[in-house]
């Protein structure tokens, strides 16, 4: 597992010195059968693995960003013969919808929700750390406001429920948005801002 990003040269998110093309470079041969790498929210092999993202033998996967894609990858052993893999992503909205389910467990959660998710619960005050480009290119690539807010939030909520913590650490793939410039912060906000 890796979260270098794709490659030293990915210009969409920041890497440092090396990424999962240099990593596979560099290993031995056979030492490693599959990288799976993330932080520059590449769509690799949607149609299947291709031969770009072979390199020195070691097949590289990725699979997007924001839960819009599943990973299937196949890795076949038989010995005394080379590792046999194939992958594909799975585009997670073009699955059928559970209707049944929707409407027995979502709709109601939902209707519970609702009511609440406009009740303001402080006041947002402007910073470029919270835009939607800082979270989307800069979040990632050091330290950001946002995040140091995210985690003193995880801290005091800890603390407030009488467990003890140290610290809090937050991955840029739990963020799915920025936050909207001055005007009180609703429980909506928050949730677009973490969905998952």
């Known amino acids: 597992l890796s979260h270098l990003g794709y490659s030293a040269q990915s210009s969409a998110i920041a890497t440092v010195?090396?990424?999962d093309i240099q990593l596979a470079e560099k290993l031995p041969p056979a030492s490693v059968d599959l990288i799976v790498g993330g932080h520059t929210h590449h769509v690799l092999n949607s149609a299947g693995l291709c031969a770009e993202n072979i390199v020195n033998g070691?097949?590289?996967?990725?699979a997007g960003a924001m839960g819009n894609f599943l990973g299937d990858v196949t890795i076949k052993y038989t010995p005394g013969q080379p590792v046999q893999t194939s992958a594909c992503l799975h585009e997670i909205n073009a699955?059928?919808?559970?209707?049944?389910?929707?409407?027995l467990?979502?709709?109601?959660?939902?209707?519970m929700l609702e009511p609440l998710l406009s009740l303001p619960?402080?006041?947002i005050t402007p910073h470029e750390d919270c835009t939607e480009t800082a979270v989307k290119h800069k979040f990632a690539g050091g330290e950001s406001a946002l995040?140091?807010?995210m985690?003193?939030?995880?801290?005091s909520s800890c603390k407030a429920n009488g467990l003890k913590v140290d610290l809090a650490a937050i991955d840029q793939s739990a963020v799915h948005s920025?936050?909207?410039?001055?005007?009180?912060?609703t429980l909506a906000d928050c949730y677009n801002l973490m969905p998952y």
């Open 147 to 149: 995040a140091n807010f």
């Open 105 to 111: 467990y979502v709709t109601p959660l939902v209707n």
């Open 17 to 19: 010195e090396t990424g």
């Open 95 to 103: 699955q059928p919808v559970d209707k049944i389910f929707e409407k």
């Open 178 to 185: 920025g936050l909207p410039d001055c005007r009180d912060l």
């Open 121 to 123: 619960i402080g006041t």
């Open 58 to 62: 070691i097949p590289i996967v990725q």
């Open 151 to 155: 985690t003193d939030a995880i801290i």
